[in-house]
């Protein structure tokens, strides 16, 4: 396999994992939670869901043919905190990541060398990627640290729990280990 099949499977591996994440969060969250803004220069999770999904079907549609900022996307629409429409908010997401996930589907590896815009300026495919990969990361945290800080107590964690590091470490090498013992081959 080529390096550059590596890393796109990788890219859409991480992304899956970001949005398995965010998803992890939302759902634990009510309507009320979900609208909830801490202070008012913060934004709801319901706002930052607008956002990642304008953001990624902007950036992702067309994405080697066309700048990555649309015309017919209104960026600071998606900050504004108006009386969100939950399922339009859910659409929006639902379709920026599909938009997102089909396209690094479709790329070949010669298109990792091509230069694609966003807002303009010039970037390679893989700057472009991974530009895009931090910017939605980015989000996401934020996402699950309001989602957490919202439910307190009643949070179900969305990766190792507290204290379980050592149990944790343990079952991934005992899942992971060769037979009798040691590193898989080629570790």
């Given amino acids: 396999m080529s390096l550059a099949r590596i890393y796109l499977d990788a890219v859409i591996g991480e992304y899956e ?11 634990q969250l009510s309507d009320a939670e979900l609208s909830a803004v801490p202070d008012p220069e913060s934004n709801s999770v319901l706002v930052i869901m607008k956002h990642v999904g304008g953001n990624l079907r902007s950036r ?24 969100a429409d939950g399922a339009a908010v859910r659409a929006l997401w639902e ?27 010039p970037h390679t495919v893989v700057r472009a990627i991974e530009r895009s990969l931090a910017h939605t990361g980015y989000h996401v945290g934020q996402i699950v640290y309001a989602a ?17 590091s050592r149990v944790f470490r343990e079952a991934m090498r005992q899942r992971h280990e060769a037979p009798g013992g040691g590193p898989p081959a080629g570790a």
């Fill in 95 to 121: 379709e920026g990541w599909r938009v997102l996930l089909d396209s690094l589907a479709g790329l070949s590896e010669a298109d990792l060398e091509r230069t694609v815009y966003v807002r303009s300026e």
């Fill in 60 to 83: 992702w549609r067309d994405f080697l043919t066309t700048d990555g900022e649309k015309p017919d996307r209104d960026r600071d629409a998606e900050f504004e905190a108006s009386p």
């Fill in 17 to 27: 994992n970001q949005r398995r994440l965010a998803e992890g969060a939302i759902a």
């Fill in 148 to 164: 957490k800080a919202s439910r307190g107590g009643g949070w179900r964690t969305l990766s190792i729990a507290r204290g379980q």
